[in-house]
């Protein structure tokens, strides 16, 4: 069994120190993965297979302590695949440019991110509030919804869902759905150019630099909106 690899366990302390430490840890490809508020039985996003994927590909992998206990998965699971550990969410804002987590952010958590950060969730339209578009948009957050791709057969998300006997199953297949997305976001340069790579990943767009990107929650909120293509390239 893998030991768990502690990067920071103590209480988070926006200090030059932990950044100059950040800094020196912090590889150029990196990800995040936040334990869910509530439990959830297939809350995982990505199985370990697929961590050690990403870590073969060089990428650094970090993991909020008790991600593991939400699904399938232990937390010593990860951590034979290679990941690191830490006990603090603002540690994982600050370690990695993108952070996926099963339940919505919190407008705590939303609070500790950087800049321009990249976050993946699972997040139903009809749960978002003006208050909650307004705190990412301050940030000039990316935040990727699950809830919003699609096919042709309608939610992906729902459709895995009946394609799974376990929650182990549906670990599995929607970690395999999302891996060569998650891929992508960690590989590219700019969002612009994962969306050239992944063009699914426009479906699932909340909002992006400072600007609500999803017509059906903007016509509901009754807030303006800018589609993703005009937002990231001059179509004029």
Not at 6 to 18: E, K, R, S, V
Not at 98 to 106: C, Q, S
Not at 107 to 121: G, H, R, V
Not at 172 to 185: A, K, M, Q
Request: glycine share 4%; with cysteine; proline share 5%.
């Amino acid at each position: 069994m893998g030991q768990y690899i502690i990067l920071h366990d103590m209480p988070h302390a926006d200090t030059q120190t932990w950044e100059a430490a950040v800094d020196t840890m912090v590889r150029k490809l990196s990800l995040s993965l936040a334990k869910p508020e509530t439990a959830h039985p297939e809350s995982g996003f990505l199985t370990p297979i697929a961590v050690r994927n990403l870590i073969d590909q060089q990428v650094q992998v970090f993991i909020q302590h008790g991600f593991g206990n939400h699904n399938p998965f232990a937390d010593s699971d990860y951590a034979d695949a290679g990941a690191e550990f830490t006990a603090q969410y603002a540690d994982l804002a600050m370690l990695s440019p993108l952070v996926l987590k099963f339940d919505a952010f919190t407008f705590d958590q939303i609070a500790l991110c950087k800049e321009n950060q990249i976050l993946f969730s699972v997040l139903s339209p009809e749960n978002i509030t003006e208050e909650y578009i307004q705190a990412l948009n301050e940030k000039k957050i990316t935040l990727f919804c699950l809830d919003l791709f699609h096919n042709d057969g309608g939610s992906v998300m729902e459709q895995l869902r009946k394609e799974s006997l376990s929650d182990a199953g549906f670990e599995i297949t929607l970690s395999n759905f999302l891996f060569p997305l998650v891929e992508t976001l960690v590989h590219a340069p700019s969002i612009p150019y994962a969306l050239q790579r992944a063009p699914e990943l426009m479906q699932g767009i909340l909002c992006h630099a400072g600007t609500l990107c999803h017509q059906q929650t903007a016509e509901t909120l009754h807030l303006p909106w800018q589609d993703i293509l005009s937002l990231c390239w001059n179509l004029n």
